[in-house]
């Protein structure tokens, strides 16, 4: 028995599901799903799937490293999980955020925490019914809200949903061209955080988007899961990888009534700057169907593509083994074991009547 397996600690071998013998690259590959599956940007407000991440990240880091997983495999995480808590970046120096600022040009994903005094106001602007002396800007339909808030701090917005909008579906679009990192926050009529969805690093801005729709939204997967497959299969083509990051995108019920959200600043030094809009989906019907029948079209030809690859290599196999065909049969016409046998035969008996008694 080792230490990893006493004192409670859960072990690093069963959150990868691998065996204590398991390769590097079996380990990677492991860690690759997971991450892929349970990574914070594609399960936004999902507590337990964020405590899942962290977990499957520390156990990757040890795992990974001969010399960590060796000390491992002897004296078991010694806390290892607790380096992976999540981080107020109020209570961190200078030099903390800075780091902190770097992290996220890299686009290692940092978990950081909403600020008391956020969820404080959110809860006295619910409680009064909007009637406070806290700044809350309606939000319509259709209209953009250029909003500007100071780092760890919010911007509170309300909408008024109908019940025909509901039907439609809603949009709420946060775009950053300025690469802001932030959060966009729905509240629940208690004033408390109902789900939350962290800002996402694209080419050209940082983006939140809610969805309240009739129908599922479906992504492939973004900027730091794309670095991921590259790092862990540099063998092979990262195109061969889109469809594993391919999933549901969070899909929110919102009831019609009066709501509560927020921006939250979550940048680590500069104010964010975010353009907020509140949408109604608009369904083309035409252009759907349009997709649909290209996405066929370019599946029968990727699955025609496949047959004659497969053919190619029937064929390839069939005319290398060809010439070898050709040298057998003049092998047995020739030197045939049947026509030696009969000619021995033949010769030996060639002398004697075929009536002759012994």
């Known amino acids: 028995l080792t230490m990893a397996s006493a004192g ?7 959150i990868l599901g691998v065996e204590r013998t398991a390769s590097e690259s079996e380990i990677r590959m492991a860690y690759r799903k997971l991450a892929l599956r349970y990574h914070p940007d594609r399960n936004p407000g999902s507590q337990e799937d964020a405590e899942k991440f962290k977990e499957i990240s520390v156990a990757y ?9 060796h000390r491992y495999d002897l004296t078991g995480p010694a806390d290892s999980l607790k380096e ?23 686009n290692i994903p940092i978990p950081t925490t909403i600020s008391p005094k956020v969820i404080s106001m959110a809860e006295q602007i619910i409680k009064s019914n909007f009637s406070t002396d806290i700044p809350v800007e309606t939000l319509n ?18 909408i008024s949903i109908s019940e025909e909008d509901c039907k439609k579906g809603i949009i709420i679009s946060c775009r950053s061209t300025d690469m802001s990192k932030f959060k966009l926050i729905l509240f ?3 004033g408390c955080v109902r789900t939350m969805w962290e800002s996402q690093k694209l080419k050209r801005y940082t983006s939140a988007e809610a969805f309240s729709l009739p129908f599922d939204v479906v992504r492939i997967t973004n900027v730091f899961e794309l670095n991921v497959l590259r790092e862990f299969d540099k063998e092979v083509p990262i195109q061969f990888h889109l469809l594993d990051g391919l999933q549901t995108a969070q899909n929110i019920k919102i009831q019609p009534g009066e709501h509560l959200i927020c921006i939250f600043g979550d940048n680590w030094f500069k104010d964010t700057n975010v353009k907020v809009k ?13 997709a649909v029948a290209k996405l066929e079209n370019y599946s029968k030809e990727i699955t025609d593509n496949l047959s004659r690859r497969e053919s190619a290599y029937a064929e390839f196999v069939d005319s290398s083994a060809a010439k070898y ?3 057998v049969e003049k092998k047995q016409k020739n030197y045939g074991g049947g026509h ?12 004697i009547p075929k009536n002759s008694k012994h």
Do not use: H, M
Not at 141 to 158: I, L, Q
């Open 325 to 327: 065909v050709v040298k």
């Open 8 to 14: 409670g600690e859960k072990d690093f071998y069963e």
């Open 278 to 290: 509140l949408l109604t989906a608009e369904c083309d019907t035409k252009r759907y169907e349009t």
């Open 340 to 351: 030696l046998f009969n000619n021995i035969f033949d010769a030996i008996t060639s002398g």
């Open 61 to 69: 880091a040890v795992l990974s490293d001969s010399n960590r997983r």
């Open 188 to 190: 629940d009529k208690e």
């Open 84 to 106: 992976f808590e999540v981080i107020d970046p109020s209570e961190l120096g200078y030099l903390g955020r800075a780091f902190g600022a770097l992290f996220t040009q890299l």
């Open 141 to 158: 339909f259709g209209c953009v809200s250029n909003c500007r808030v100071v780092t760890r701090e919010a911007k509170f917005y309300r």
